[in-house]
């Protein structure tokens, strides 16, 4: 394992495929059925419901406890671990509480609730009559309430008996802390069905009573003093900005595990006019991207050094962020629980390095020190030591870049390669009201092999002839304001119905009205701005051919698609051409179809 030896590190492993969870109970959610009672004048609107917070002192305190959560009619036990607020009234006797009932808040948004001091501060009483959330799928309040949980030992369903004459949650105080009075439950899970049997503090629909799942018990609030959110700068700071293309590796935590990807895109970078300090965007490749850390450039201008611990993320709820650090991965193997062996990444932080160091000549930027080789065969193209991001409470790995390289980029009009369609790029639910998708590849490069600036980008889509397509904002309303023919990369690249791989449509390819008959087409369009001799800008256009998909889905064709589709050479799944003779393992276009190199 590839490591650098320094004094102080912190080690931990990453799995690249994750273990399967802890045995659970899968309980089904009995739901008391909905048309009953109410013990009380039901909310009217959500308007009912605070989500506003008070006025007055606020404090924030580290819940603990357990409890229940549903999730799609299944409940779950948990741990109470998340934090919450209380505010004191300045009349010294109210005090509101957000979020009260654990879990609620992550399916019906955030709420408060009202409770009274004792004279004496030793109590908290908060009466039950009061909602929490509204549902707007039942068009009813959630109010507080009191009840338990029961087993059916026949078919192991969780049902929910209410407790009426409990008419206020009460909690007392001592050193500052609150403690949740009258609860009963198990203080630690055993994985068994009795861990979802429990008393204590919940919820019902105001209308008929029924229970959506909530419940929570051996509650205490312990006082955590608010940490000051960290300096992190998301504006661009003053000075002039350079535009660098980005190239390297980068190994990142997916949902299933660590993946390996190369850096792509633009980087940015202000050097500030003092001359010393420069500030680089998107420093770990797509790691808060909209997020500046800061660095200073050597007199002689050949090195900026970046101190490391700086901030490229807040989570205020949590209390926690993600830091710029040194570190190193590597990879060994181990047996799980079954005794199948699993590679394992290891990810060694190294504390005692406090900078980053990148060196600069005839305009390219180079990070110092990083070590790596993606083309190896796998595992080992995961061993690697270089700038990355960890979680500042656990060391929790994030992402890390290694052999990092900035070009400097000079914008200038180009014509860009074709847009990429595979055989399977089209996909259709096969209903006359259900949905279609286009999927695709824009290369970054133009037809000479030299980076584009896809922010001056745009689309246009065709269906059957060459006449463009128009989105109606009616349909798209969530992304336009105005009909389009073009989609302009700030809509395509991160909209709701479009992104930088496909564009969705509300209507498909059959029934009377289909989108089209014969071929689907897609062109890319680069405007830059250019400025002439008599310092006036115009805005120069080159395209792209119109590459088709065609509607028997026997091959991706078209005269006009022979640049992306059949010049016989590989791309890469970024669109980028590659060398033939020496293609690393991985997935690669040839000839408008997928091809796996291992």
């Not at 980005?246 to 935590?253: A, D, E, F």
């Not at 660095?295 to 901030?311: A, C, E, H, N, R």
């Not at 119109?546 to 669109?575: C, F, H, P, Q, R």
Request: proline share 5%; net charge negative.
């Amino acid at each position: 394992m590839l490591l650098v030896a320094l004094v102080a590190t912190v080690s931990a492993q990453v799995q690249f495929v994750g273990r399967k969870a802890a045995p659970k109970y899968l309980l089904q959610h009995e739901n008391t059925q909905r048309g009953g009672y109410s013990h009380r004048a039901p909310a009217t609107s959500p308007d009912d419901v605070i989500t506003t917070q008070p006025e007055g002192e606020a404090m924030r305190y580290e819940r603990s406890g357990q409890g229940l959560v549903v999730s799609d009619g299944v409940i779950y036990t948990t741990q109470q671990t998340d934090k919450t607020t209380l505010v004191y009234d300045p009349d010294g006797t109210t005090v509101w509480i957000k979020n009260i009932v654990n879990g609620l808040n992550q399916t019906f948004g955030e709420s408060w609730v009202r409770g009274t001091l004792s004279p004496d501060g030793t109590t908290l009483t908060v009466p039950l009559d009061q909602t929490v959330a509204w549902s707007y799928q039942f068009e009813a309040g959630i109010g507080l309430a009191w009840g338990r949980t029961v087993i059916n030992a026949d078919n192991q369903m969780v049902s929910f008996e209410r407790d009426e004459t409990v008419t206020e949650a009460v909690y007392t105080i001592a050193d500052g802390t609150l403690t949740l009075q009258g609860t009963n439950g198990r203080t630690e899970f055993e994985n068994n069905i009795q861990d979802f049997v429990g008393q204590g503090l919940t919820c019902c629909y105001e209308d008929d009573g029924a229970w959506p799942g909530f419940m929570e018990w051996n509650t205490v609030l312990t006082p955590k003093p608010v940490i000051p959110a960290p300096d992190i700068i998301t504006e661009q700071p003053a000075g002039e900005l350079r535009r660098y293309v980005r190239q390297g590796s980068n190994i990142y935590q997916a949902w299933m595990g660590p993946a390996l990807t190369s850096q792509k895109g633009m980087a940015d970078i202000v050097f500030a006019d003092d001359g010393q300090t420069v500030y680089l965007r998107d420093v770990v490749y797509d790691v808060a991207s909209d997020v500046w850390v800061r660095g200073t450039l050597s007199p002689d201008g050949t090195k900026i050094t970046v101190p490391l611990g700086q901030y490229l993320y807040w989570d205020e709820t949590e209390e926690k962020g993600m830091v710029l650090q040194w570190m190193s991965t590597g990879v060994e193997t181990q047996l799980d629980e079954e005794g199948q062996p699993q590679q394992v990444m290891n990810l060694t932080v190294h504390l005692g390095v406090t900078e980053a160091t990148y060196t600069l000549a005839d305009g390219t930027i180079t990070l110092q020190g990083t070590v790596g080789n993606p083309e190896a065969s796998y595992p080992n193209n995961y061993i690697a030591t270089g700038l990355g991001v960890v979680y500042d409470t656990d060391l929790t790995f994030c992402a890390v870049d290694f052999g990092t390289i900035y070009k400097e980029f000079v914008l200038a009009p180009a014509i860009p390669a074709d847009p990429i369609l595979l055989e399977d790029a089209w996909f259709d639910d096969g209903t006359e009201d259900g949905y279609s998708c286009l999927d695709f590849i824009i290369p970054t490069e133009d037809v000479d092999g030299n980076f584009i600036d896809l922010q001056y980008t745009s689309l246009s889509l065709y269906t059957d002839d060459d006449v463009p397509f128009t989105f109606d904002a009616a349909t798209y309303s969530y992304d336009l304001e105005e009909d389009m023919t073009e989609l302009p990369y700030a809509i395509y690249s991160q909209g709701y119905d479009f992104n930088e791989s496909r564009i969705y449509f509300y209507r498909t390819n059959t029934g009377d009205n289909p989108l089209f008959q014969n071929r689907i087409g897609l062109q890319v369009h680069y405007d830059v701005p250019v400025v002439g001799e008599d310092g006036e800008t115009t805005i120069v256009r080159n395209s792209s051919n119109i590459v088709y998909w065609e509607a028997n889905n026997s091959a991706i064709s078209d005269v006009k698609a022979a640049t992306a589709t059949g010049d016989d050479a590989y791309y890469n799944l970024m669109g980028q051409k590659c060398d033939a003779a020496h293609l690393p393992a991985g997935i690669y276009l040839h000839n408008g179809r997928k091809v796996i190199v291992r």
